[in-house]
């Protein structure tokens, strides 16, 4: 199979495709020519790293976890481990976004949006005034 049919059944751009080739995550038989020449194991490992990417997986987690898909003496536990790492991570993040959030929504509700120019959004990323030279 060449690349494009490979990204059209994958999901994902040809480009994508060249750089998980050159970091190693597949490798593609190339032919006589030169040209990539994809298998249909290939197809399905690009959709593995796909879906495991649009969870938010980093590339070097996606390549423990396609080893370990492709370890069939794996303790699930090992798969589990890296997915809860992975899942306490996304939860400090939804944290840190609750709290921008409940900043944001403060200044927000503090600021008039009338044609006034002061603006307690503005001032709150200006910081506190420098003092003046004396």
Not at 5 to 15: N, Q, Y
Not at 52 to 66: M, N, P
Not at 113 to 130: E, Q, V
Request: proline share 4%.
């Amino acid at each position: 199979m060449k690349i494009g049919d490979v990204a059209e059944a994958s999901g994902l751009p040809a480009k994508t495709i060249r750089y998980y080739e050159d970091i190693g995550l597949i490798r593609p038989a190339r032919g006589t020519n030169g040209y990539r020449d994809f298998a249909a194991s290939d197809v399905h490992k690009l959709a593995f790293l796909a879906r495991a990417r649009s969870l938010g997986f980093s590339i070097e987690e996606c390549r423990t976890l396609l080893s370990l898909y492709e370890d069939r003496d794996r303790a699930s536990a090992d798969v589990k481990a890296l997915a809860e790492a992975h899942l306490r991570r996304i939860d400090r993040k939804i944290a840190a976004l609750a709290g921008l959030r409940g900043t944001l929504a403060e200044l927000v509700a503090r600021c008039h949006g009338d044609a006034r120019p002061d603006c307690p959004i503005l001032d709150d990323l200006a910081g506190p005034k420098p003092a003046a030279d004396a």
